[in-house]
């Protein structure tokens, strides 16, 4: 499939997605949310990927927001629904995908594009790149689950400095934070990535896929963690991969997961 605004490689089972509208900093305009939705859903499905990463094009920007110039004219209804249609059909999907999703920032991440680095499961950024929500420069609040997820990641403190200075940190400023986890320099930041992503595919596809759920359902209204935690390891005990990685253990072996 091709997609406008996307550019899209699967090598050794990790997939790299790559925002590309660089002469707009590679700003979410509809087109390109509608376009991640679709890829990011088909690359759920696909059993050559294992790993997903997320990155932009050019050296300038992984997403400088979502698209103002789109909404600069929306009323109070079209405004909560560009923010609950954008939520459901592409932050909250990729935060609750089964497969891994890492957020390679390669430089600006400020409102919708700090929004999806936060989606994301985790995130490295480049030594260049600078993170910020600063819609309430717009007269906004950010609409993509930036009040929610900036929070948990950095605390509730610096969150609300953030969000109501709108001002942007840097890479060295995000890690002290927790907001990213590694920061790398510009050239080696998606091999640093795929190293990573390298690590996580050697382990066992469904129990990352539960440990994943398990981790979010701390951070969902009306779910018990850890309820959703004892139900997951359960049912790692009724799959051939928890069967060949005791084996193999026991074997003295590396272990060959197949994800059943
Ligand atoms: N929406 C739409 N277009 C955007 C954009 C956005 N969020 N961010 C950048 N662009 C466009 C600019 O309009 C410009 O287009 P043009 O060349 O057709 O005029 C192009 O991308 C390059 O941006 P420019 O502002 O010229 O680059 P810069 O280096 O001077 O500044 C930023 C970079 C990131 C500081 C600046 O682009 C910016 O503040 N962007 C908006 C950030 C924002 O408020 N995001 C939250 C949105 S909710």
């Given at each position: 499939m091709n997609y406008e605004n996307l550019l899209i490689s699967i090598e050794e089972k990790i997939a790299t997605v790559t925002i590309n509208r660089p002469a707009k900093l590679n700003a979410l305009n509809?087109?390109?949310?509608?376009?991640?939705?679709?890829?990011?859903?088909?690359?759920?499905?696909?059993?050559?990927?294992?790993?997903?990463?997320?990155?932009?094009?050019?050296?300038?920007?992984?997403?400088?927001?979502?698209?103002?110039?789109?909404?600069?004219?929306?009323?109070?209804?079209?405004?909560?629904?560009?923010?609950?249609?954008?939520?459901?059909?592409?932050?909250?999907?990729?935060e609750n995908l089964k497969k891994p999703v890492i957020a390679a920032v390669n430089g600006f991440a400020l409102g919708g594009g700090l929004e999806l680095a936060m989606a994301c499961h985790f995130r490295v950024a480049s030594d260049n790149a600078k993170m910020g929500l600063p819609e309430v420069t717009l007269g906004l609040i950010p609409g993509y689950g930036g009040t929610q997820r900036l929070p948990q990641l950095v605390g509730k403190g610096r969150a609300m400095e953030m969000i109501m200075t709108a001002a942007m940190i840097s890479a060295e400023e995000a890690k002290q934070y927790g907001l990213v986890n590694h920061v790398t320099a510009p050239a080696e930041l998606l091999d640093f990535t795929k190293g990573i992503a390298?690590?996580?595919?050697?382990?066992?596809?469904?129990?990352?896929?539960?440990?994943?759920?398990?981790?979010?359902?701390?951070?969902?209204?009306?779910?018990?963690?850890?309820?959703?935690?004892?139900?997951?390891?359960g049912k790692c005990f009724g799959t051939q991969d928890f069967k060949e990685g005791t084996t193999a253990f026991l074997e003295k072996r590396k272990a060959e997961f197949t994800g059943k």
């Open positions: 509809k087109a390109t949310i509608s376009d991640l939705s679709k890829a990011i859903k088909m690359l759920g499905k696909n059993d050559d990927v294992r790993v997903i990463i997320i990155t932009g094009s050019g050296e300038k920007a992984f997403v400088a927001g979502a698209d103002i110039s789109e909404f600069a004219n929306y009323t109070v209804v079209e405004g909560a629904m560009l923010a609950a249609e954008g939520q459901e059909s592409l932050f909250d999907f990729i390298q690590k996580i595919i050697k382990n066992a596809p469904f129990a990352i896929s539960r440990a994943i759920k398990s981790i979010n359902a701390n951070y969902k209204d009306g779910k018990d963690g850890f309820e959703t935690e004892i139900k997951s390891f």
